[in-house]
């Protein structure tokens, strides 16, 4: 027996999917909260001392973080070959800002405090700022072009045709959804924040961070009702074998109004993740009022959750659209590796998933605590 029909295709292609979005939410809950903190640095942090702390809640455990970035990269690689190409061809230039901004942070932590001129720290700290508002921002305005439909189409031997310019990604819609991601990870940075440090810095989170959840709130209610009302949505209009072959341009589908509420009007228990999404921001912003420091973190992770979880379930099965030929659209059921190279990324990912959610735990309980000004003080108590 080969191993690999253990598992039916159709069915790793939904793990795979599953996994993917997992990978995606691990990367914005923590990761996100890094991002978040970077674009608050200069804001939250008045003096050197002040912007130290905060740097030292996330000194410890941003280079782990990134790894399901890392990871999730690896994952549309490895798992769907077409969205790779698409996704970073068409988008490349988007692509080189975050790498450019991702690089700004490593060097602005490593670098800030090698000299004590206060000129050249608070040019890396708004390198740090930089470093995290830029993803932040473009990773939500991709989101925003993926609801759109994005300009390429296939030809008859399946070769990519991007067919758009980097201005083109910046249409009103796409940039809400960008200040979506930038409220929300900002809701998200305030809240570990609020968690991890003391005195000044904690306080202006918290109220930094309650306007941030009021901002992600208004924000993703008026994404919703703007893809309701003005956002052509994608439906597939053949019929398609979940286990047939990857090959986009074997189905039908049209761009119409209100196709992406189709999945909600035939499952409206899916209701429940916008739902999450704006309950999580809204009791954030009470547990930063209230003091609630560790359940506002959880919440903030629900609002996360939510809204990651809304995009995925409104474009299901839809990868990425094609707004020049709905035809080329990618989907769950076409766009796949095969089934052989699916099952063995599968066994791979349940050995070494678990290694990285543990090391990850272990690291995060080892260098628990507070960081305040006179922590940071003390000789070799802080790296940064």
């Keep these: 027996m080969i191993l690999h029909t253990l598992i039916d295709y159709d069915v790793l292609r939904m793990i795979w999917w599953a996994l993917l979005a997992i990978l995606l939410i691990a990367f914005a809950l923590t990761d996100g909260f890094d991002l978040g903190a970077a674009m608050l640095l200069p804001f939250v942090g008045r003096t050197d001392a002040e912007r130290r702390v905060v740097i030292n809640t996330v000194g410890p455990v941003w280079e782990g973080n990134q790894v399901w970035l890392i990871l999730g990269g690896g994952a549309i690689f490895a798992a769907w070959p077409p969205l790779y190409a698409v996704s970073f061809s068409g988008f490349y230039l988007a692509m080189f800002a975050i790498l450019f901004a991702l690089i700004l942070r490593p060097v602005g932590f490593k670098y800030r405090s090698k000299r004590e001129s206060a000129r050249w720290r608070t040019g890396w700290d708004w390198a740090l700022f930089v470093g995290g508002l830029v993803p932040s921002l473009i990773f939500g305005v991709a989101v925003g072009n993926v609801l759109l439909g994005v300009p390429f189409r296939l030809d008859e ?23 979506v991601s930038v409220s929300m990870l900002c809701m998200h940075g305030a809240a570990w924040l609020v968690l991890k440090s003391r005195g000044p810095v904690a306080e202006r989170s918290r109220t930094y961070g309650s306007a941030a959840a009021l901002a992600t709130l208004v924000l993703f209610a008026l994404g919703g009702l703007l893809l309701w009302q003005g956002v052509d ?6 019929a398609i074998d979940p286990a047939g072959p990857s090959n986009p341009l074997r189905k039908t589908a049209e761009i119409a109004a209100g196709a992406w509420f189709d999945n909600y009007r035939s499952h409206p228990w899916l209701a429940a993740a916008p739902a999450a999404g704006l309950a999580g921001a809204a009791l954030t912003w009470i547990f930063l009022r209230w003091r609630k420091e560790g359940t506002a973190l959880l919440t903030s992770s629900l609002s996360i959750l939510g809204i990651i979880v809304t995009v995925g379930v409104t474009i299901f099965p839809f990868l990425l659209p094609s707004s020049i030929d709905p035809r080329a659209s990618l989907t769950v059921w076409d766009a796949s590796s095969s089934h052989q190279t699916l099952f063995i990324m599968l066994v791979a990912a349940v050995i070494f998933v678990p290694l990285v959610v543990a090391y990850t735990l272990w690291v995060y309980r080892v260098l628990w605590g507070k960081v305040d000004e006179a922590s940071i003080n003390e000789p070799g108590n802080h790296a940064y």
């Design 233 to 238: 949505g994608y439906r597939i209009t053949s």
């Design 157 to 179: 031997d399946l070769r990519i045709f991007y067919e758009g310019g980097f201005f083109g990604l910046l249409s009103p819609f796409a940039l809400l959804c960008g200040l």
